[in-house]
Each structure stands twice: as structure tokens, then as C-alpha cells.
């Protein structure tokens, strides 16, 4: 009897052992001890024994009942550990693997044009100035030496508000020079700005807006000279194209608010009728500019004798078609989110002059 007690014991251990799920486990223990388990049924047969011998059998089966009992939980425990492994290890996320979100807006164009001019004249030590885009006749043509009657008024196509009753009107900035005013008498020298931002003429075909965008750069300081024009010019211009060896011709040109002014080109090819940047022999106007008048510069109350300074007015839609092959000026306000698609840039790649402007 006792043999068979100790096989049974054996038999249910060696079962424990070989489970390899808590659900096969669970069977070993119905099996052994449920209702119509081997062991609850041999305390069944307890009742037939003599006294003597049910007492020593009964111990034996206690024993043998609470060793697989025992037996059972500890490979409980096993098991619910190793299946938590299992599942760690299953749904194991590396929080460590970097993340390429693909976001689904883009930066126009002109967004794109301003931040990397801004990321290349700040790294120049200019700073962004910003003007109101309804002006004061004063600041748009006035104090910029452009007096009433000047012809210069009416090549601008200006934007004229409705007369006040002062017989005053205002008018939507047609260029961003007043900006150059505003600062002057704003505030001290030595200056050193851009201001990129919206103008607008009345002009509406293939190649002009009624709004498009200007930058203005302006600096004023003691012995500030043409040279200083050129050479900031001149790696403007090679640092956005991204081409080193663009050359820049001056061409002497007029402007009522500069003196002497220059037209600025640059280089290009149209072989095949098909225009490329850089030094191939042929040129492009892309900006005007010029040394401060020292009229301007009196209308600021800056006296000439001691500060001068150089100004440039550039067409933004105009550099960011030549640095992205983009044909159609008006395209740039259709709104056409296809074409944002297309010519639009991711908003994560911030544009900066050490991680890096657009290709
Ligand atoms: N304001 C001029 C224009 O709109 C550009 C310019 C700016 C020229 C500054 C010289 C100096 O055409």
C-alpha cells in the first residue's frame, strides 16, 4: 500500500514537473486533488481501514497531499513568472529607436525664402524690423526723398486709402523701405536691419502681384562704405543659391532714396532656353541698392558728415522662383494645397545656417 502511495506520489511530482502551462498545471491539481482527484479518492478508501492502520495511512496521505500541494504552487509561481517574461520580452517597445514623424502641412515657399534669409543676415548680426503694411505718404515716399509731383510716385502704382479729412490718404506700403524711416528715427545708430514682409502695387499679370513680398536691409553706422554692400551681398547671395562661386555684377542704376545706386545681377545661363545660376557668362537683376542719401539720412536727423549707410530692397517671390525652379508667380497665392505639396517644405526641417538651409 505504501509502495503504491509513494509511485501515486512519484506519478503526480513527476506531472508538476512536466507542466508547461498554468492551464496544465491546473489539470495536474483537479487530478490529484479536485473532487474525483487520485488523492481525494484514496481519503475516500480511509473509512474501510482498521483503525490502527487508517491512522498511519491517513498521516501518509496528509503528507503526500500537502507535498504536491506545495509542489503545485511553487510551479505556479514558475510558471506565472516565466509567462510575464514571455510577455515582456513579446511586446518589448525600444524607446531608444528614433522617430520620423512625416508631418502633414507644408511651409509655403515664401515662409521658407524668409526664415533662411533671416537664418543667413542674423548670422550677419542683423536684426528683423517690422513696419505697418497701411503707411503714412511721409514714410512710403516723402522722407525717402521722394517728394509729391516726383515721378517716382507714379511708376510705384500705388494703393491710395480714401482721403481723411485732413485731405491726407494713406497708402499700402509699396515697397518696405518706409521701414528704413520708422527705424532711423526710432531709434540710435549703428543699425543693422531686415525687414522682410508683404507690399503691394497695382499691377496683376504673369509677373506681378497686388501683394507680394519685399525684403529691405539697411545699415547705418560711421564709416560704413560700398565695399560693405558688396561683400554683404555677395555672400548673401552665395550662402542662399548655395552656389560659392556666384558672382554679382553692380550696375549703377537710380533710386531718388540711395546715392550712388546699384542694380544687383547675378549670374546665369539660358542655354537651351533654360536658366541656371551661376557663373556661366550671362546675368540676372535681382535686387536694387544703394549708399543712404544723405538727404534721407537729414530727414532722420542723422547728420551725413558722420553716419552713412547702405540699403537693398530684394522681391522675395522672385529669389525663391530662381532658387526652386518655381515658374508662375501666381501660383504662389492659389491656395492649391497640390502645388504646396509640391514645392512646400517639411515643418520639422527649421532652416538654420549651421543645421542647414533648403536644397
Ligand atoms: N525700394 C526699392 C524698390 O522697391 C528697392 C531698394 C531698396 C533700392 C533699398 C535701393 C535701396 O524697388
Known sequence: MNDDLDKLRQDLLGQVRKAESLEALDEVRVGALGKKGRLTQLMRTLGQLEPEARKAFGAALNRVKDEIADAIEQATGRLRAAEIERRLEAERV???????????????????????????????????????????????????????????????????????????????????????????????????????????????????????HQVEGLVIDRSTHMGHLKGCLEEFCRAFFDIDDLPLRFRPSYFPFTEPSAEVDIGCSRAGGELKLGNYGDWLEILGSGMVHPKVLQNCGYDPAEYQGFAFGMGIERIAMLKWGIPDLRTFYDSDLRWLRHYGFVPLEVPSMVGGLSR
Open 94 to 212: 525600444d524607446v531608444t529607436l528614433p522617430v520620423k514623424p512625416e508631418p502633414q502641412g507644408r511651409i509655403h515657399p515664401i515662409s521658407q525664402a524668409t526664415d533662411e534669409l533671416v537664418a543667413i543676415f542674423g548670422e550677419m548680426g542683423f536684426e528683423v524690423a517690422e513696419g505697418p503694411h497701411i503707411e503714412d505718404d511721409f514714410y512710403n515716399f516723402t522722407a525717402l526723398n521722394i517728394p509729391p509731383e516726383h515721378p517716382a510716385r507714379q511708376e510705384h502704382d500705388t494703393f491710395y486709402l480714401p482721403e481723411r479729412r485732413d485731405r491726407t490718404r494713406k497708402v499700402l506700403r509699396t515697397h518696405t523701405s518706409p521701414v528704413q524711416i520708422r527705424t532711423m528715427l526710432n531709434r540710435k545708430p549703428p543699425l543693422r536691419i531686415i525687414v522682410p514682409g508683404r507690399t503691394f502695387r497695382a499691377d496683376h499679370d504673369a509677373t506681378h502681384s497686388p501683394m507680394f
